[in-house]
T-cell receptor, first 113, second 115 residues
Framework: ETGVTQSPTHLIKTRGQQVTLRCSSQSGHNTVSWYQQALGQGPQFIFQYYREEENGRGNFPPRFSGLQFPNYSSELNVNALELDDSALYLC????????????FGPGTRLTVL | DQQVKQNSPSLSVQEGRISILNCDYTNSMFDYFLWYKKYPAEGPTFLISISSIKDKNEDGRFTVFLNKSAKHLSLHIVPSQPGDSAVYFCAASAQYGGATNKLIFGTGTLLAVQP
């Protein structure tokens, strides 16, 4: 059974650029949630995708957007990067939107200069 | 507004002793609580959970206690082992409050188990 994988591992961008982060969900899972973890903080919910539809969103601006594909993998896109977007971005997969035990990937460390 | 709080940023315990990690929450709609463990350069790993209809859940060396009236939960690790050294996150969700299973995390407690 393949776990949750994320790519790339690390990324450096400059302010104003755009970035795409990728997540492959665990086998058999149809729901992907994205979280942002700033330094010294706990993960904060960005949004969730269930069966290719956005299914809930946290307190993040519209320049944070996402997609889920038919194979349930997912992308997180961030436009017009700001310095405060520097963080660890985690994706978590689960089976069903209401299942509480989400399995996390290792994360993508994004640095915005 | 921090709905889930872990007021101890760090905790140091001797190997073999009990580790007690604490978590407080403010939202009475939360009905499911989880603990995750995180090592550096890895994603959080699910450890143990508890529903609001219970006050205790045990899994091997790990026990979670829930006090709904105080809006407080704790994780007990007995006996503590050096491999338990990690950051522990408390998380909560309102499972029946909506279709989204959104987890609200605390800021974490760094546990160091000394050999």
């Amino acid at each position: 059974e393949t776990g949750v994988t994320q790519s790339p591992t690390h990324l450096i961008k400059t302010r104003g650029q755009q970035v795409t982060l990728r997540c492959s969900s665990q086998s058999g899972h149809n729901t992907v949630s994205w979280y942002q973890q700033a330094l010294g903080q706990g993960p904060q919910f960005i949004f969730q995708y269930y069966r290719e539809e956005e299914n809930g969103r946290g307190n993040f601006p519209p320049r944070f957007s996402g997609l889920q594909f038919p194979n349930y993998s997912s992308e997180l896109n961030v436009n017009a990067l700001e310095l405060d977007d520097s963080a660890l971005y985690l994706c978590a997969s689960s089976f069903g939107a209401r299942v509480n035990e989400q399995f996390f990937g290792p994360g993508t460390r994004l640095t915005v200069l | 507004d921090q709905q889930v709080k872990q007021n101890s940023p760090s905790l140091s315990v001797q190997e073999g002793r009990i580790s007690i990690l604490n978590c407080d929450y403010t939202n009475s709609m939360f009905d499911y609580f989880l603990w995750y463990k995180k090592y550096p350069a890895e994603g959080p790993t699910f450890l143990i959970s508890i529903s609001s209809i219970k006050d205790k859940n045990e899994d091997g060396r790990f026990t979670v206690f829930l006090n709904k009236s105080a809006k407080h939960l704790s994780l007990h690790i007995v006996p503590s082992q050096p491999g338990d050294s990690a950051v522990y996150f408390c998380a909560a969700s309102a499972q029946y409050g909506g279709a989204t299973n959104k987890l609200i995390f605390g800021t974490g407690t760094l546990l160091a188990v000394q050999p």
